[in-house]
């Protein structure tokens, strides 16, 4: 049986952090060839959180050892709103049994430029 942990999410502006709604998070899953794989989109609420979303994860047993699988599974978060720069956070680790809370700071652009945003990475675990 696979293991599985919660990803949850809070949109926020960025210098304010105040709450934002109407959000766009998608959360994405590279599968062994690269690609792809949606596994949630969804809205911000007033509180700027969007319903967690369970990730399957790899089992705990399974990274016991020097050399064996991470024992957590990576996803990127794209969050996108209308007037505010698209931000991007890549590897975002979700471990078997946790809740992970990721934080999401988005910057409003000034009404005259285009469309602007930001990637961040996150860098792996020192396990």
């Given amino acids: 049986m696979p293991a599985s942990g919660t990803l949850v999410t809070r949109v926020f502006t960025g210098?304010?952090?105040l709450p934002l709604a109407g959000a766009s998070v998608s959360v994405?899953?590279?599968?062994?060839?690269?690609?792809?794989?949606?596994?949630?989109i969804q809205v911000s609420d007033a509180s700027g959180n969007a319903a967690p979303v369970v990730i399957t994860t790899p089992q705990t047993e399974q990274s016991q050892s020097p050399g064996d699988q991470a024992p957590y599974a990576l996803v990127d978060v794209w969050v996108d709103r209308q007037g505010f720069g698209l931000l991007v956070v890549e590897d975002v680790q979700i471990f078997p049994g946790v809740?992970?809370?990721?934080e999401l700071p988005l910057v409003p652009l000034p009404e005259e430029?285009?469309?602007?945003?930001?990637?961040?990475?996150?860098?792996?675990?020192?396990?």
């Fill in 113 to 127: 430029s285009g469309r602007g945003g930001a990637t961040v990475q996150i860098p792996p675990q020192d396990l």
């Fill in 15 to 17: 210098r304010s952090e």
């Fill in 28 to 40: 994405v899953q590279r599968d062994a060839q690269g690609l792809m794989d949606l596994l949630s």
């Fill in 99 to 102: 809740t992970s809370v990721q």
